[in-house]
């Protein structure tokens, strides 16, 4: 049977997840923290209207780094971002910073936490975890640093409104192709596959299947509770061209060097970048409709221990994948 033969049902479990788990769950929710956007406008606003340059930057960090959450500060350390680098930013893209503001405060919260009760109510091991929405400097919508969830807003919330001229042009590019897909429309989507990622192992990705199983393990949790995948094109680029991909995957899979599958790579034999996730997730879903034990199935594939060789070669070889 070819590989683009694959279309995930919704599971119900989560739903009947909720219903079990009654009020007990209740007093657990998980919670959302986003006051940094707020400080980040306010500093925003004192730094656009003062002209010298060093008062700028301490206006930003006094105003924003030095108040920031325990998310602001693991995510600018995490990505380098620095008084300065956010200032340079607002001098270089001012038009940018203008149109990404409303995106920014319109997060709504309340739904990313009733996905994130049903992310618990799928996993009843999850373990809790911190999840905030702050603003970076421009270089990462989502990642996650230990049990953080952290979703850099001005990148995640972005869509067709948003005025890129002012950005080089392959950053311009990448953004756009992204922002297309109207990402804050499917926030929450975003924030369940980073938390996922915090129940994952830790540990370096020993080979490029691990990877592939990491990623596209949390997509597939992700679509489990939400009902969505990412409107990117790996998704339904994969499908589409599921054999060929798998050629060529198979021949890289035990590589520790990931060029070409992940992170907004498209150097590869078809032009499309991600699709590493497509795999990952193929496989993923494989192994879930395998399963006679759903719940199981998707404890197995939070818990999978993908840095280990062995344990993703296992893995690979319980799903079944590819059918034939």
């Not at 948003?162 to 950053?171: N, R, T």
Request: hydrophobic share 40%; glycine share 8%.
């Amino acid at each position: 049977m070819p590989l683009a033969a694959f279309a995930s049902p919704r599971l119900g479990a989560a739903a009947l997840g909720l219903l079990l788990c009654g009020t007990a769950c209740a007093g657990e929710s998980p919670r959302v923290v986003s006051e940094d956007v707020g400080r980040f406008w306010a500093a925003y606003d004192r730094v656009r209207q003062e002209p010298d340059p060093a008062r700028k930057r301490h206006l930003l960090q006094a105003g924003y780094l030095d108040r920031a959450s325990p998310g602001l500060g693991s995510f600018v350390e995490k990505k380098g971002c620095t008084a300065d680098t956010y200032v340079d930013a607002f001098s270089r893209y001012p038009r940018f910073w203008a149109s990404v503001r409303t995106n920014t405060l319109a997060v709504d919260v309340p739904s990313i936490e009733t996905e994130l009760r049903k992310l618990r109510a799928l996993y009843p091991e999850m373990r809790p975890a911190s999840a905030y929405v702050v603003i970076g400097c421009m270089t990462s919508g989502g990642t996650t640093e230990g049990d953080k969830v952290l979703i850099g807003a001005e990148i995640a919330t972005g869509d067709g409104r948003v005025d890129l001229s002012e950005l080089p042009s392959s950053f311009r590019q990448r953004l756009a192709t992204y922002f297309a897909t109207q990402p804050g429309r499917k926030l929450a989507l975003l924030m369940v596959h980073e938390y996922v990622h915090t129940q994952q192992p830790d540990g370096a990705h020993a080979t490029l299947l691990g990877q592939a199983l990491g990623e596209g393990g949390a997509d597939f949790i992700a679509e489990q509770v939400t009902g969505k995948l990412p409107d990117l094109p790996y998704a339904s680029y994969g499908p589409a061209h599921a054999d060929a991909i798998w050629r060529e995957f198979v021949k890289d899979m035990d590589a520790t060097n990931y060029a070409g599958w992940p992170y907004n790579n498209a150097d590869n034999a078809f032009g499309v970048s991600d699709l590493g996730y497509y795999v990952g997730y193929a496989i993923c879903k494989a192994y879930y409709d395998r399963a006679p034990d759903k719940r199981k199935a998707i404890r197995d594939i939070i818990e999978l221990r993908y840095a280990d060789r062995q344990a993703a070669h296992a893995f690979l070889e319980a799903s079944g994948f590819p059918s034939r």
